[in-house]
């Protein structure tokens, strides 16, 4: 590895973590921790806001970036393959979102990396989610990053409708499928729900806050008992 690209690296290790020592960089990047600590402190003489000393740790300084100028060829043609296998599988906000997201990092890479990244041979032609499975997505993904409560009006397989008051949990893709992850009120435990069988949604006023055994690390800890036993 170049000098300079793993410069970069350090940049984004430390930016990733609180508190990144130099061994964990060293065993990243497969150098001396001797080499570490001079490339520490060459970025401190090129002005990066690198706090910490050895023995301790490093972190960031709040507020300091840097532009996506450094992506490879392949780096970009990476985030293009993301998108477009994204895009079809995403609710209508977040996937307008991601290619918001896509054109702005095309548009400030060199000429080269753009231009293969845009010439990329790789699509994802999937059907797009349905008008009201798309609409309920974007209400459950965003219930959940606000702690609401939903009221849901749900078909199961066997046809049996059912109305729920559910602490949405996480929305998880299942190759065509997308189901929310929720505990349910009703039944006084975990449920999971397939968005395409979401018949009616309301997003209560009501917020929730994490309870012991009510969440998703409960709901996965539970699930892996069960596959256990």
């Known amino acids: 590895m170049r000098r300079a690209d793993r410069l970069f690296q350090i940049v984004q290790l430390i930016r990733g973590r609180r508190l990144t020592t130099a061994d964990y960089l060293a065993q990243r990047l497969e150098?001396?921790?001797?080499?570490?600590?001079r490339d520490i402190a060459a970025l401190g003489q090129q002005g990066v806001p690198i706090e910490g000393e050895?023995?301790?740790?490093?972190r960031m300084r709040a507020g300091f970036d840097l532009p996506p100028l450094m992506f490879s060829k392949q780096e970009a043609q990476a985030l293009v393959a993301t998108v477009r296998m994204a895009e079809?599988?995403?609710?209508?906000?977040?996937?307008?979102?991601?290619?918001?997201?896509?054109?702005?990092?095309?548009?400030?890479?060199?000429?080269d990396a753009r231009a293969a990244a845009e010439s990329l041979a790789l699509y994802a032609p999937l059907p797009a989610l349905d008008p009201a499975t798309s609409a309920h997505l974007t209400a459950m993904r965003e219930a959940?990053?606000?702690?609401?409560?939903l009221k849901?009006?749900?078909?199961?397989?066997g046809g049996v409708r059912s109305d729920r008051?559910?602490?949405?949990?996480?929305c998880l893709f299942w190759g065509p499928v997308w189901t929310l992850a929720a505990w349910c009120e009703l039944r006084g435990d975990f449920r999971s729900f397939r968005v395409d069988r979401v018949e009616t949604l309301e997003v209560l006023d009501e917020a929730f806050r994490d309870e012991p055994g009510k969440t998703l690390a409960d709901m996965n800890r539970q699930r892996e008992a069960q596959e256990c036993g």
């Open 31 to 37: 150098v001396s921790m001797r080499t570490v600590y």
């Open 88 to 111: 079809s599988r995403l609710d209508a906000a977040l996937a307008r979102q991601a290619e918001n997201a896509l054109s702005k990092i095309l548009a400030v890479l060199p000429l």
């Open 165 to 170: 008051v559910v602490r949405p949990l996480a």
């Open 54 to 58: 050895a023995g301790v740790g490093y």
């Open 144 to 149: 959940t990053e606000a702690r609401r409560k």
């Open 152 to 157: 849901v009006g749900y078909l199961d397989l």
